[in-house]
């Protein structure tokens, strides 16, 4: 700690108790009262270094053989201070350190003890100190300024807090100081700064002691000095871990306000700069703030951020507990309370804002060739796919949710639809009394060109689907098969169109929808062309009994929207014979 001694004389000074005398031959004739404490001094000493107590000394005087007495209830320090102040006066001997001169300092400004009056009075002695010897060091730093807030006003009119906050940020941002030598050997009463670890963050535990006013200040500082964002939003971070208490997601009750205002205040002094903050911690304050209902500018300014950085984040990160709390943002697209496990809104916003930020991105084309990009976007597609399949078996998840969730990433952004399928048909298990409406719209969200193989197959017996998504699963197996049956080495015997229509009589008006899907069947089974389209068929035709029993529910099935000529052009043709128009 640097230390400085001031004046030269001992013993001059007295304490009984709370009174405070002067060990000389003349006897005491000015009484100060400093709250509790006494203090019995003699008029020539303090006239000689301040004008202030010079007037005051003036006006309290009746004559010379009476005591003059007034108080000094208001000095900045109080008894401890004005005893360092007195003994200046005295010349007594006496230490200023970097927890003492701020309030020395204000004092001495108090009492107007300057240059002008007397040539090297305490005001300039204090500033020569603090500048030169507390404001080169850290730690002596760091304690002057903490000692600011009990005479935060005084320390502020004399600009001490802004001193100790901009050689706190110059420090913290370009290092401390060099110490001046002489031939090689340090002469400068410093002591070295001593960084804790190798991080660039090392000051950030004792930036955490100051109180909330002045971090903001010099976190602002921070920045106008063109510090790393990483290292502000760290600093942040840090400080609200070590003020905030620690909080139980199930508690019940009313939230302190000065908790909330504190986090709101934290959110807002965060880096707005893309992934300098960790995607986890964001997500971490945002669950806080709305359990403490903060107000809808924090909540909105998390969730920009997260959404900036979404890639980022895994699947256990994205299940924010529904609190059920008092919060209702303005733009929330329910005003009923919502009952769900997980807070499904807030999900979907941060997921809007991912998409709106990577929309350039989500419009895939065959020239774009920034992989990272890509894959960026990707990873988000399949990390909402897993939060759907974590969802979906919530009981209490209403269908709009879930349907506006599912179809917030674009169609261009999933390169697979095996997981978002796997997540609608456990939604249509959980919640089986949707509508076939309902269940239609939701399975409109997948591309079935994006259903691997194996997936096909299990739609084919997924009895929870639509018969109108069997039966297109089945057409886009068709084509595959086509393909399949037109390579190299293949052969195969088809039929012209006029020929099909002859043999199934699709396309010509007779026999009821079902009976034509049923001719389908029996004359791909006469032509068998595959052993796995056979296995198809057969679970095709178990669907086909059961929706024999529900005719009513068949309006929403027509085949005819395939098409005859669709289907037709979907069988191969054989080789040297062109195909029929």
């Given amino acids: 700690m640097a230390t400085m001694v001031i004046g030269s004389k001992t013993g001059v000074f007295h304490l009984n108790k709370t009174a405070w005398t002067c060990r000389t031959e003349l006897g005491s004739d000015v009484l100060i009262e400093v709250e509790d404490f ?13 004008p202030f107590l010079r007037d005051l000394i003036g006006k309290y005087s009746c004559d010379e053989h009476n005591l003059c007495n007034f108080g000094l209830h208001g000095i900045p320090g109080g008894p401890h201070t004005f005893e360092l102040v007195a003994k200046f006066c005295y010349g007594e001997k006496f230490e200023l350190t970097s927890s003492n001169v701020v309030p020395v300092l204000c004092a001495a400004h108090y009492l107007e003890m300057n240059e002008d009056y007397m040539a090297g ?22 304690t002057a300024l903490l000692s600011c807030e009990p005479l935060f006003s005084f320390a502020e009119d004399i600009d001490i807090v802004s001193k100790c906050l901009n050689s706190l940020a110059s420090m913290a941002t370009y290092g401390p100081p060099q110490k001046p030598t002489w031939n090689g050997i340090d002469y400068a009463d410093v002591a070295p700064l001593k960084v804790k670890g190798s991080g660039s963050n090392w000051w950030q535990d004792e930036a955490s002691s100051m109180s909330l006013p002045l971090f903001k200040r010099f976190i602002g500082l921070l920045s106008v000095k063109g510090h790393d964002p990483a290292n502000i939003s760290s600093a942040v971070i840090y400080y609200w871990n070590k003020v905030h208490p620690g909080l139980n997601p199930n508690s019940t009750g009313v939230w302190l306000d000065d908790l909330r205002m504190l986090l709101e205040e934290m959110v807002a002094l965060l880096p707005v700069q893309k992934g300098v903050s960790p995607t986890k911690t964001l997500l971490s304050m945002l669950s806080t703030s709305l359990m403490y209902n903060a107000n809808v500018s924090c909540i909105q300014s998390l969730e920009k951020m997260i959404g900036a950085q979404l890639d980022e984040s895994i699947l256990e990160d994205l299940l924010v507990p529904n609190l059920q709390g008092p919060y209702e943002p303005k733009y929330a697209s329910s005003s009923k309370k919502n009952e769900s496990k997980y807070d499904i809104d807030c999900i979907q916003r941060i997921i809007e804002q991912f998409v709106e930020e990577n929309l350039h991105v989500t419009k895939i084309t065959s020239d774009l060739q920034d992989d990272e990009e890509l894959d960026k976007v990707a990873a988000v597609a399949k990390l909402v796919d897993e939060y759907l399949i974590m969802i979906a078996t919530d009981a209490n998840l209403n269908f709009r949710q879930f349907q506006s969730l599912a179809g917030a990433i674009p169609a261009s952004a999933r390169s697979s639809n095996d997981d978002l399928y796997y997540a609608i048909d456990v939604y249509l298990q959980y919640h089986p009394g949707l509508s076939e409406q309902q269940k239609e719209n939701l399975c409109e ?3 079935i060109q994006k259903l691997s193989r194996e997936v096909c197959r299990d739609v084919a017996l997924n009895e929870k689907l639509p018969l109108r998504v069997v039966v297109k699963v089945l057409f886009n197996e068709l084509l595959h098969l086509k393909t399949s049956l037109e390579a190299p080495g293949t052969e195969t015997k088809t039929l012209s169109e006029t020929e099909l229509v002859t043999e199934t009589g699709i396309g010509t008006g007779t026999g009821t929808e079902i009976d034509n899907v049923r001719r389908w069947g029996l004359f791909w089974q006469k032509l068998k062309l595959h052993s796995k389209y056979e296995e198809i068929l057969k679970k095709l035709s178990k669907r086909l009994e059961k929706a024999k029993e529900a005719k009513k529910n068949w309006n929403l099935i027509s085949c005819k929207n395939f098409g005859l000529i669709r289907v037709a052009k979907a069988l191969p043709t054989p080789r040297g014979q062109k195909d029929e128009v």
């Fill in 38 to 50: 006494s203090f019995f001094l003699h008029k020539f000493p303090l006239i000689n270094a301040s």
């Fill in 121 to 142: 009075n305490l005001i300039s002695q204090a500033e020569d100190f603090l500048s030169n010897k507390v404001l080169s060091n850290w730690k002596d730093s760091i």
């Fill in 445 to 447: 969200i997948i591309d």
